[in-house]
Structures are given as C-alpha cells and as structure tokens.
Nanobody, 120 residues
Framework: QVQLVESGGGLVQAGGSLRLSCAAS???????????IGWYRQAPGKERELVAS??????????NHADSVKGRFTISRDNSNRTVYLQMNSLKPEDTAVYYCNFPNAMTTWGQGTQVTVSS
C-alpha cells in the first residue's frame, strides 16, 4: 500500500506564496513515475476537488491546472525522489483548504493532508 505524506502548508497572507510537497513511500518506487499524480484540496463544507495534475513519464509529465488556480499554481514532480510539488503564488483567501495528493487513475489511501490558510 502506497503511503502519501503531504507537507509545506501554513498560514500566509493574501498574495503570499507556499510550496507544498508530497512524498510517496518507497513501496511506490517502481510505479511512481508511470502514474499521473495530482494535488487535491478540500475546503470546509465543500467536496474535495482536483486542482492540478502532472502526467506520467510517458506523457512527458504533461500538466493540467484547474481554472481557479491557473497562472498562480504550478505542479511538478521529481520521480527519482517520488515527490510531487505544488508551488502556490498569489494566494487568495479562497485557497484556504486542506491539500492532499493522490493518483487520479489509481487512487490509494489518502494521507493526512497539509493545511493551507490564507488570511485577507
């Protein structure tokens, strides 16, 4: 079972930046690079949503970003370290949520997530 550990969240003022990291356990080593992986977020009272994804090595690590974060967030991956990142710039209060990573096409158990709070 792959374990995912998210980190990097915190409290930031509107307009600020954060960089989130998600590390997959060693058991994912042989499969990490061939899976699309994404960042999700869940705000209080709302459903979890996919905000960005990055494709496998076979797709050239093609990225997709939700319209709500396009131009502000950038997803990237480091297959050698089994890690995916989310660089978040120009943060807005509506970005406040718990952020998670997972494989959209091969879901595994959710990690604990990392809290991002953006103050106005």
């Amino acid at each position: 079972q792959v374990q995912l550990v998210e980190s990097g969240g915190g409290l930031v003022q509107a307009g600020g930046s954060l960089r989130l990291s998600c590390a997959a356990s060693r058991s994912a080593f042989t499969a990490f690079s061939v899976k699309t992986i994404g960042w999700y977020r869940q705000a209080p009272g709302k459903e979890r949503e996919l905000v960005a994804s990055v494709g496998s090595v076979y797709s050239g690590a093609r990225t997709n970003h939700a319209d709500s974060v396009k131009g502000r967030f950038t997803i990237s991956r480091d297959n050698s370290n089994r890690t995916v990142y989310l660089q978040m710039n120009s943060l807005k209060p509506e970005d406040t949520a718990v952020y998670y990573c997972n494989f959209p096409n091969a879901m595994t158990t959710w990690g604990q997530g990392t809290q991002v709070t953006v103050s106005s």
